[in-house]
């Protein structure tokens, strides 16, 4: 059985097209991301600006084109935080389904959890109970789970898109900038840090921002950055301390000159990164690890039973 699967987050828009065998194996035969930035300059008015409405379209006509040549027995397509809160939300979905005959189905914060725990637990191996992050553009999901089952999750307003959105950080950052987000962390997540923490002591981090962390290290650490097929790896705690430092002191125009840094990603990598340290230090987290697989890779495995 082909599928083809569209993600539409807030900052990035996935196409993911495979083949699954008989046995429940698996063939990816294509995979792609585009910066479509859905939520630019409009995640604190809760708006698709015009801009991004375009962007939006034409990148789901192209995906489209693509899912015609691949003809799939299924085709799923998901939107998350930005256009859950998009006042135009509905337009947007509208004209998906008019230009493409795509239906995009949008998604809570609860669902889109529920995804990414089905893939990240088929990238990592979880040894106990693990605490598994999702940062993304409008919303970050936290996951409390186990290899068998989700013992708690939620969605919380805190992408990385939103905090840009909403404190406005100088270039580099500035302790003073540090501290409001932090500051603001600790009252959204105060309850999560009372419940779990000292339960909690390993995190996967999902996608995105993670594995360009994960790269980010390697590269700092002169090592070969992960393969393409590599689905999971460890972050050693001293090479992300490392990354998040020289994250913090830098300029957009030395992040665009780091290697193993995508240009899409040298805005939000640094507010994602500041919510990641947050988590660390104050759940006492011993190890960080990072999924390659994350949403889109869970609604393929959901919909093929395995």
């Given at each position: 059985?082909?599928?083809?699967?569209?993600?539409c987050?807030?900052?990035?828009?996935?196409?993911?097209?495979?083949?699954?065998?008989?046995?429940?194996?698996?063939?990816?035969?294509?995979?792609?991301?585009v910066?479509?930035?859905?939520?630019?300059?409009?995640l604190?008015?809760k708006?698709?600006?015009?801009?991004?409405?375009?962007?939006?379209?034409?990148c789901?006509?192209?995906?489209?084109?693509?899912?015609?040549?691949a003809?799939?027995?299924?085709?799923?397509?998901?939107g998350t935080?930005?256009?859950?809160?998009?006042g135009n939300g509905?337009?947007?979905?509208?004209?998906?389904?008019?230009?493409?005959?795509?239906?995009?189905?949008?998604?809570?914060?609860?669902?889109?959890?529920?995804?990414?725990?089905?893939?990240?637990?088929k990238?990592?191996?979880m040894?106990?109970?693990?605490?598994?992050?999702d940062?993304?553009?409008?919303?970050?999901?936290?996951?409390?789970?186990?290899q068998?089952?989700?013992?708690?999750?939620?969605?919380?307003?805190?992408?990385?898109?939103?905090l840009?959105?909403?404190?406005?950080?100088?270039?580099?950052?500035?302790?003073?900038?540090?501290?409001?987000m932090?500051?603001?962390f600790?009252?959204i997540?105060?309850?999560?840090?009372?419940?779990?923490?000292?339960k909690i002591?390993?995190?996967?981090?999902?996608?995105?921002?993670?594995e360009?962390?994960?790269?980010?290290?390697?590269?700092?650490?002169?090592?070969?950055?992960?393969?393409?097929?590599?689905?999971?790896?460890?972050?050693?705690?001293?090479?992300?301390?490392?990354?998040?430092?020289?994250?913090?002191?830098?300029?957009?125009?030395?992040?665009?000159?780091?290697?193993?840094l995508p240009?899409?990603?040298?805005?939000?990598?640094?507010?994602?990164?500041?919510l990641?340290?947050?988590?660390?230090?104050?759940?006492?987290?011993?190890?960080?690890?990072?999924?390659?697989?994350s949403?889109?890779?869970?609604?393929?495995f959901?919909?093929?039973?395995?």
């Amino acid at each position: 059985m082909k599928i083809a699967l569209i993600d539409c987050g807030t900052n990035t828009f996935h196409l993911l097209i495979a083949e699954v065998k008989a046995d429940n194996t698996v063939q990816f035969l294509v995979k792609e991301q585009v910066p479509v930035m859905l939520g630019e300059g409009g995640l604190s008015k809760k708006e698709i600006s015009e801009s991004a409405f375009k962007r939006g379209l034409n990148c789901l006509k192209n995906f489209n084109a693509v899912i015609q040549k691949a003809n799939p027995d299924k085709l799923m397509a998901y939107g998350t935080a930005a256009l859950r809160n998009a006042g135009n939300g509905q337009l947007f979905i509208d004209a998906v389904r008019q230009e493409t005959g795509i239906k995009l189905q949008v998604i809570d914060g609860n669902r889109e959890a529920e995804l990414i725990y089905a893939g990240v637990k088929k990238a990592v191996k979880m040894d106990g109970i693990e605490l598994i992050m999702d940062i993304g553009g409008g919303s970050t999901e936290l996951i409390v789970a186990d290899q068998n089952k989700i013992h708690w999750l939620k969605s919380y307003p805190a992408g990385a898109a939103l905090l840009r959105e909403k404190f406005k950080p100088a270039d580099p950052m500035t302790t003073e900038n540090i501290e409001a987000m932090e500051s603001w962390f600790n009252e959204i997540f105060s309850s999560f840090i009372s419940e779990w923490k000292g339960k909690i002591t390993v995190l996967n981090g999902s996608a995105g921002s993670f594995e360009t962390l994960a790269v980010l290290a390697s590269c700092q650490q002169s090592e070969n950055p992960p393969g393409t097929n590599q689905i999971s790896g460890e972050i050693s705690l001293e090479a992300f301390r490392s990354v998040f430092t020289n994250l913090l002191h830098s300029t957009r125009e030395e992040r665009l000159k780091m290697k193993g840094l995508p240009e899409f990603r040298a805005d939000m990598i640094v507010p994602a990164t500041v919510l990641t340290n947050f988590f660390i230090s104050r759940m006492d987290i011993k190890k960080l690890r990072w999924s390659a697989y994350s949403l889109k890779e869970g609604m393929l495995f959901e919909s093929a039973g395995i």
